[in-house]
């Protein structure tokens, strides 16, 4: 009995030797390069370690320091100062699943385009001080100095949690899916394959976001509160580049909006730019791209917005959205000196824009270098029709100062109604009355006073008629009528009384040979567009009477059914002056003398 006693101690001495041999062989350098090569040569990955940490007060807990892991023949997935790893009871059942998984100072790279065999899981995943890169069908992430955890994790291929958890995470910067922010803080849950995000916050753009929502399970978004204040952006796109950015991005999924609110935003870019901007927008949905609301509503406001040449001075727009319908409650704004007011409403399904009253005073305004070519290109899908019920217009300024030929309308005041100005995305006067008048105007350096006309379009023809004005001295009066076709059918009658005989001259008409006041009467008709040739091909006649009694009757050019021997200028009648009688000389007497 002593004998087995004896060998017994000496077996459990040895033993113990052992175990502390080896205890302390595997914290080596030696052990660690061990357990690397022969992952290494045995598995599809490549491991490094430069030493293990074991205590035997937490026999269950392991510590790998400056790890590098990665399949073979590729970038590291895994880089760490510290990785500790917390065993479970049935660890030999599920080696890859562990009771708490913890990643210390370096990077994680996660892509898809990288299957992981593995499907690494634990009852608390931590990250501490480390940089994350997820490259996913969905979401693409880089973050640094990222702390955090999840309670539980697995590893899926979309990166996705899809079992019921807990997570929270910060960190100095986080880019997600190229939108930067930093110093974020996100914390949330995951419940029947749906993700919570119960509080989301950062600094982006030098400004604050706050806001909570889930993701559905479907994937699809929805957004209880989205809060953007004080955020500070440049962008190097323009404007209409940065909306297809946008809608590009939020074509990729569906967005169920309760509530967005952007206070106090100063953006801007390549000739636009918002200051002091607020949006508020509520209940709308966003169904691949494409707006939905039974009862949304916007409101915007700012203290400038300018965009090319048009600058915006505390413009405000409320809208109501409903169904296929958007309803212009309010716009105003100053601009051009002045202030512009409109009500009225929009429908998607016909792309019309009515404006149920629009209001123009005290604008200052001057017509873009291109204006006409403007007016001739197709206007945006969005507006294949433009009403305006109702139209006013006081004490504007209009200008032009084109060399060619240059004008300028003051003091306007002018009012419309049932005014159809965009018939299939092109500009023009499809329908409506027009009464317009102004106290003075210059065309093309000819002054004149007091300007009016009506104007009353059909989709046929527009028709312009008691056309006055005065000039220094006489009064000129005018009716028009222009076919809505495609030749642009014109007939024209103007008469002119005490007026300078040559005026039309100034206004486009040949060389007139004469000067001075008069009366005048022009007739033209013809068409604006032939069909043949694409130029004007008018007739008609220009008759003028000085004051002095000379006459001239002139042709438009180009004319060719001209009379033979066209009139020229009739002299008035002169009359000579009354010679005085020569008085008869007396026939002298002779001389005496001889």
Same mark, same amino acid.
């Given at each position: 009995m002593r004998f087995i006693r004896k060998s017994l101690y000496t077996l459990l001495t040895l033993i113990l030797v052992l175990a502390i041999v080896v205890y302390f062989i595997a914290q080596t350098s030696y052990a660690a390069r061990w357990i690397s090569q022969w992952v290494t040569d045995n598995t599809p990955y490549q491991l490094s370690l430069d030493h293990l940490d074991y205590s035997i007060t937490s026999p269950y807990q392991l510590v790998l320091n400056d790890v590098e892991f990665s399949q073979q023949k590729q970038s590291p997935l895994l880089k760490a100062k510290k990785v500790t790893l917390e065993l479970t009871s049935s660890f030999w059942q599920t080696p890859m699943y562990f009771s708490a998984l913890e990643l210390e100072d370096g990077t994680l790279n996660?892509?898809?385009?990288?299957?992981?065999?593995?499907?690494p899981?634990?009852?608390r995943f931590q990250l501490k001080n480390m940089t994350l890169n997820v490259?996913?069908?969905e979401l693409t992430l880089q973050g640094e100095k990222v702390n955090g955890g999840i309670i539980p994790w697995t590893l899926t291929n979309n990166f996705l949690p899809e079992k019921d958890n807990r997570f929270e995470f910060s960190a100095d910067k986080l880019v997600v899916n190229g939108i930067d922010t930093h110093k974020i803080l996100v914390q949330g849950e995951v419940k029947d394959h749906q993700i919570l995000f119960n509080n989301v916050g950062a600094d982006l753009a030098n400004g604050q976001l706050t806001g909570n929502g889930k993701r559905t399970a479907d994937g699809k978004w929805q957004i209880e509160s989205l809060r953007l204040s004080e955020v500070k952006y440049q962008s190097q796109l323009e404007l209409d580049q940065l909306l297809a950015q946008l809608n590009q991005r939020i074509s990729n999924t569906d967005i169920s909006l309760n509530r967005l609110d952007l206070i106090n935003t100063n953006i801007q870019g390549p000739e636009w730019a918002f200051s002091d901007f607020t949006l508020s927008m509520k209940d709308l949905e966003f169904i691949k791209g494409r707006w939905q609301a039974t009862s949304g509503s916007m409101l915007m406001n700012a203290s %400038?917005?300018?965009?090319?040449?048009?600058?915006l001075v505390n413009p405000v727009l409320s809208l109501d959205l409903e169904n296929n319908s958007v309803k212009i409650k309010q716009f105003s704004s100053r601009w051009q000196d002045g202030l512009v007011r409109a009500t009225g409403n929009w429908q998607r399904d016909t792309q019309t824009l009515t404006l149920d009253e629009v209001a123009f005073t005290a604008l200052l305004y001057t017509l873009p270098k291109e204006w006409l070519t403007q007016l001739k290109q197709v206007q945006p899908e969005w507006l294949r029709e433009l009403h305006v019920v109702k139209l006013a217009a006081n004490r504007n300024i209009l200008i032009d100062i084109t060399p %060619?030929?240059?004008?300028q309308f003051t003091s306007i005041d002018s009012n419309g109604s049932n005014l159809y100005l965009v018939k299939n995305r092109q500009v023009g006067l499809w329908g409506g009355t027009l009464n317009f008048n102004a106290s003075d105007a210059t065309l093309n350096k000819i002054d004149l006073r007091h300007p009016s006309f009506n104007l009353n379009a059909t989709p046929e023809t527009i028709t312009i008629s008691e056309i006055?004005?005065?000039t220094k001295e006489g009064l000129i009066e005018a009716n028009a009528t222009l076919s809505q076709q495609p030749e642009r059918a014109l007939s024209l009658t103007l008469n002119g009384r005490s007026v300078p005989v040559d005026i039309l001259q100034s206004w486009g008409w040949q060389a007139i040979p004469l000067q001075g006041n008069g009366t005048i009467a022009l007739q033209l008709h013809g068409d604006l567009i032939d069909k043949q040739s694409g130029k004007p091909e008018l007739k008609g006649s220009l008759k003028m009477t000085s004051d002095t009694g000379q006459?001239?009757?002139?042709?438009?050019?180009?004319?060719?059914?001209?009379?033979?021997?066209?009139?020229?200028i009739t002299p008035a009648p002169t009359i000579d002056p009354p010679v005085a009688p020569i008085p008869e000389q007396d026939t002298p007497e002779a001389s005496p003398f001889g």
């Open positions: 996660l892509s898809s385009k990288n299957t992981i065999a593995l499907a899981g634990s009852d490259d996913g069908p %400038d917005m300018i965009y090319n040449d048009n600058h %060619d030929f240059p004008f006055s004005a005065f006459q001239l009757t002139q042709y438009p050019a180009g004319q060719k059914d001209i009379p033979e021997q066209p009139q020229a």
